[in-house]
């Protein structure tokens, strides 16, 4: 082989390089919660006697996220889990009654999956989502639509937090009553999230 088609089949190896390499990040790739980094749900809610907090930590939760040229492109193949028993607040004994209206026992787990996602860049790396989803809490699952906020980090991580606001009764819940019905839970609450998320084969390395 003379020096000409030498450096040929060079450039046709670097060049096949380069687009494997294209092709390699116009793929989604798995992302997942990053343990323990500042990765938060919580559950407000209220009574006629006073408001009260529940904060769980402890959680898994993956997804595929696209990312072409710095862009969130989309996000598919959500799902989030939550072990039940895991939420708690200032008083073991209101933590032992969420756990009972949550028939923790006989469902465990709260888990949600995602079945579409609409995305809008709000800002630079700031991506508004429309994400509908099935949430299933104490055996129920409801589809509902939540507006979401993700954040592209400078460490190529993602961070996704919101809110949304939610009734006991869409799950079939009954607000329960308390101290011989002096205290009654109110239907409403409010979730809030704060999740950040690694692409698995770096996170996979470092753990």
Same mark, same amino acid.
């Given at each position: 082989m003379n020096h000409f088609y030498k450096k040929i089949l060079s450039a046709l190896v670097f060049a096949a390089i380069i687009i494997g390499a294209a092709v390699q990040q116009l793929r989604a790739q798995t992302f997942k919660l990053i343990p323990e980094k500042d990765a938060t749900i919580k559950v407000l809610? #209220?009574?006629?006697?006073?408001?009260?907090?529940?904060? #769980?930590?402890?959680?898994? #939760?993956?997804?595929?996220?696209?990312?072409e040229e710095n862009q969130l492109r989309s996000i598919a193949a959500f799902?989030? #889990?939550?072990?039940?028993?895991?939420?708690?607040s200032e008083h073991e004994s209101m933590d032992g009654r969420t756990y009972k209206t949550m028939k923790a026992d006989q469902y465990p787990k709260v888990t949600?999956?995602?079945?579409?996602?609409?995305?809008?860049?709000?800002?630079?790396?700031?991506?508004?989502?429309?994400?509908?989803?099935?949430?299933?809490?104490?055996?129920?699952?409801?589809?509902?639509?939540?507006?979401?906020?993700?954040?592209?980090?400078?460490?190529?991580?993602?961070?996704?937090?919101?809110?949304e606001n939610?009734?006991?009764?869409?799950?079939?819940?009954?607000?329960?009553?308390?101290?011989?019905?002096?205290?009654?839970?109110?239907n409403d609450l409010t979730i809030q999230f704060n999740l950040t998320y690694k692409n698995n084969q770096l996170l996979t390395k470092t753990l």
């Open positions: 809610g #209220s009574s006629n006697v006073h408001d009260w907090t529940l904060v #769980s930590s402890s959680m898994e #939760s993956q997804g595929e996220f696209k990312i799902t989030f #889990s939550l072990n039940a028993k895991s939420l708690k949600y999956k995602l079945t579409s996602a609409t995305i809008n860049a709000a800002s630079k790396n700031k991506y508004q989502v429309k994400a509908t989803g099935d949430l299933a809490i104490a055996g129920v699952t409801q589809t509902i639509v939540m507006n979401i906020l993700a954040t592209v980090n400078p460490d190529n991580t993602i961070t996704v937090t919101g809110s939610l009734k006991l009764t869409d799950f079939k819940i009954e607000p329960p009553r308390f101290m011989l019905g002096a205290m009654k839970v109110k």
